[in-house]
């Protein structure tokens, strides 16, 4: 009986530890699923309820993906680490009595400065992994973003057109035509959020694909315009971002 409990232990320890592991290789890809899914029901096919669970698949594999996949194989590099040191420590172990209590000094001193330096390597970096997000980045991105929304305007069939300008390194203007100033404000709310959605999911993509670290480098704030330079809304907020109207048409 005893070892029938002990063997449902050891079964259940492992089955905990797979689910672990494999739920830490799919955090990743949750992550990276959930983004494109946003944009496809933002954009492609416009569904609020998909959206919006889009949105809590890309949260869960962000939490995921930043607390559970890096502790799961820290732990597995650590254990080889672990092993890796015995192995050494045996082998000085053994080698030990065949030489003279000098030369056992000199190599445990070689050994433990080759420890420090390859733990000094192994230690995490903090650097920017790609290039720097300049005022030149900033209308590289307010063209490509101008030419994706009027196409997906033309794909849609809407006979209107948007313009997008940049300001310094870390602004950008929709200028939609001037008709949409007048109106309703539910309407011009739910406007402004699809624009910053659109800008979120765009900009991650062309960034990626430009070698910016997401990292180092934020989207630029949005603001929307109309034609005669009226600001219909800004964009607020750091972690909750959201679209805050500038006109009261109610």
Do not use: C
């Amino acid at each position: 009986m005893k070892k029938s409990g002990a063997g449902k232990i050891i079964l259940i320890i492992l089955v905990i530890a797979l689910v672990i592991t494999v739920a830490a290789l799919l955090m990743p890809v949750a992550l990276i699923g959930g983004i494109g899914a946003i944009w496809y029901f933002t954009k492609k096919k416009p569904d609020t309820k998909k959206r919006n669970i889009s949105v809590a698949v890309v949260t869960v594999g962000l939490l995921g993906t930043i607390f559970i996949t890096p502790a799961v194989f820290k732990g597995n590099n650590n254990t080889s680490t672990t092993t890796a040191s015995s192995t050494i420590a045996t082998s000085s172990s053994s080698s030990k009595t065949k030489e003279s209590s000098s030369t056992s000094s000199s190599k445990l001193e070689t050994t433990t400065e080759s420890s420090s330096k390859t733990e000094e390597s192994t230690k995490p970096t903090t650097q920017n992994d790609g290039p720097e997000y300049t005022e030149e980045s900033n209308a590289a991105f307010a063209t490509a973003f101008m030419n994706a929304l009027n196409q997906s305007l033309a794909d849609n069939g809407a006979n209107v057109s948007v313009t997008v300008q940049y300001y310094g390194d870390n602004l950008i203007y929709v200028i939609v035509p001037q008709d949409f100033k007048y109106e309703t404000n539910v309407n011009l709310q739910k406007l402004a959020d699809t624009v910053l959605d659109a800008k979120e999911n765009y900009f991650n993509n062309w960034a990626i694909e430009n070698g910016y670290d997401l990292g180092y480098t934020n989207p630029p704030n949005l603001y929307l315009k109309s034609e005669d330079d009226t600001t219909l809304a800004e964009e607020s907020g750091v972690l909750n971002k959201k679209m805050k109207l500038k006109v009261d048409n109610s």
